[in-house]
């Protein structure tokens, strides 16, 4: 039996107590008979940035570019319906830390305001309970490395973590410093909680010429050098300014020009393709690294790992590339779990939400779940008989406002701020998302529901922001002029 954690047996259940008080956690959530670990196990939660779960083997890549993952999955849970509240990094982390969707938490990437001429970046609020604050506070030692880009301090996804480095490495670097830190830096009379991030899935692609020819060997388009220089770029980059993200300027020398071409063929979006995969294949092999580690030092069978993304990627499926908009291809994430003495092989068909990790893992652990937490707490160690179907919401703010309502296998598309009436897609019989039906009456009737159903989210997600005080932090508010407040507070950001 799992003995209870730090925080309710010794260490501080008087700290936890007063710590609940204050943020408003309850034991609501009672033990199912789930947590029944040896002692308090260590938690590695890891987010591959941009990862789309179609591209795994394991979600059905015929390429197979993670073997790894693959083997992964087959020794523990795979959830085949996972997915992402938003298709940016900023608002998906906000969600997973704080199990809030973006509408209540407000932490877009960027948010533009017309009067200021330019973006803000909202952060999140010391008010937000992080997944890390609640783990410290039951005892585990807390440690983020990540990549960098939008995962940062002055976006408040800080919070909670004890050691926090986030810096635009690659996979190799990220999983080594991990490493590192387990082997040397951290504290071995407490369990850890690590919340590990890498970028390298995410574009600009720069797998080396190796990995690269693994998928594809005989293109020899225009992409291939570029790839190539902006590697060397990169390393430079990286270099010179450590403290910067070479992503935004290799984007804009080597690929931007490149994929704005007219001439810009099927065959090098194919070898986009290819690109991707080789990346996904070196992110694996130091998954790999990092398994093999945790077994060496006796640490695989106390440690509970959570492999997910916080949104996928275009890649021409919808006539674009990148991720701004809700298509399936961006909200369709891998969520692989590993636990102690849980189940192996087992593929999960009932879905499941960024925004359910914090509930389902801290119940997992008997621990309490904060109130504000909207997520489902989801048995992990058991399937349900009869699967439920849910309602899952997806929202993008900029360039393109989308909002998107699904329900099972009905996925309606709102597209705000545009004068383009709604999508309506059943995905049962088209995946891709190609066949809208929304002049049919069924399709009708599914967008009424969706309305509905948005709304009462909308008016469900501005009170738990107004109860929990969540509203998003902007620097240098005293300097906004008035005309700035005042669409903010237009934009509900502000308490009025
Ligand atoms: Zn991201």
């Given at each position: 039996m799992f003995p209870k954690p730090p925080s309710c047996s010794g260490f501080g259940l008087t700290t936890a107590l007063t710590f609940l008080a204050l943020c408003g956690c309850s034991r609501s959530e009672s033990n199912t008979g789930v947590g029944e670990f040896e002692s308090p196990p260590n938690v590695i939660l890891f987010v591959i940035d941009t990862l789309r779960a179609d591209r795994l083997g394991c979600y059905g890549n015929p390429a197979k570019p993670s073997p790894t993952l693959d083997q992964f999955a087959k020794e523990g849970i795979l959830f085949e319906r996972m997915w992402a509240p938003s298709p940016y990094t900023a608002t998906s982390h906000a969600s997973l830390f704080t199990s809030t969707y973006p509408a209540t938490h407000g932490i877009w990437n960027r948010q533009r305001l017309e009067s200021k001429g330019g973006d803000i970046f909202p952060a999140l609020p010391d008010a937000a309970v992080t997944l890390a604050e609640v783990m410290l506070e039951l005892g585990w030692e807390t440690a983020a490395i990540a990549g960098g880009g939008y995962v940062n301090e002055r976006r408040g996804l800080a919070q909670g973590f004890e050691f926090f480095d986030s810096h635009t490495f690659g996979a190799v670097n990220r999983i080594g410093r991990a490493i590192d830190w387990i082997q040397k830096d951290r504290d071995p009379t407490r369990p850890f909680f690590m919340f590990l991030h890498t970028y390298e899935v995410h574009y600009p692609y720069l797998p080396n010429e190796e990995t690269i020819n693994r998928f594809d060997s005989e293109y020899q388009g225009p992409l291939r050098k570029a790839v190539a220089d902006a590697r060397e770029f990169a390393e430079?980059?990286?270099?010179?300014?450590?403290?910067?993200?070479?992503i935004g300027p290799v984007q804009k020398k080597f690929f931007k020009p490149l994929f704005e071409r007219e001439d810009f063929s099927d065959r090098d979006k194919e070898f986009v393709f290819a690109l991707y995969d080789a990346e996904i294949a070196i992110v694996d092999r130091e998954f790999k690294r990092l398994l093999q580690y945790l077994e060496s030092a006796e640490l695989d069978k106390n440690t509970i790992i959570l492999v997910t993304a916080d949104h996928g990627e275009e890649l021409w499926d919808h006539g674009y590339f990148g991720h701004h908009r809700v298509w399936d291809e961006v909200m369709h994430i891998p969520f692989l779990a590993k636990i102690p003495g849980g189940p192996s092989g087992v593929r999960r068909t009932d879905s499941m939400d960024l925004v359910d990790v914090m509930p389902s893992l801290l119940g997992l652990l008997d621990s309490p779940i904060p109130q504000a937490a909207v997520g489902k707490r989801v048995n992990?160690?058991?399937?349900?008989?009869?699967?439920?179907?849910?309602?899952?919401?997806?929202?993008?703010?900029?360039?393109?406002?989308?909002?998107?309502?699904?329900?099972?296998?009905?996925?309606?598309?709102?597209?705000?701020?545009?004068?383009?009436?709604?999508?309506?897609?059943?995905?049962?019989?088209?995946?891709?998302?190609?066949?809208?039906?929304?002049?049919?009456?069924?399709?009708?009737?599914?967008?009424?529901?969706?309305?509905?159903?948005?709304?009462?989210?909308?008016?469900s997600s501005t009170q738990i922001r107004k109860t929990w005080n969540l509203f998003p932090v902007f620097h240098g508010l005293g300097s906004f002029t008035p005309e700035m407040r005042s669409e903010l507070e237009g934009l509900g950001y502000l308490d009025q």
């Open positions: 430079d980059y990286i270099k010179q300014f450590p403290e910067k993200s070479p992990w160690i058991q399937a349900p008989t009869h699967i439920e179907e849910r309602v899952h919401i997806h929202q993008a703010n900029w360039p393109h406002a989308r909002d998107a309502v699904r329900n099972g296998a009905s996925k309606v598309h709102f597209f705000p701020g545009e004068e383009l009436p709604p999508e309506v897609f059943d995905l049962s019989q088209d995946p891709g998302e190609n066949s809208d039906l929304s002049i049919t009456q069924s399709g009708k009737s599914q967008i009424a529901q969706a309305e509905l159903t948005f709304q009462t989210f909308l008016q």
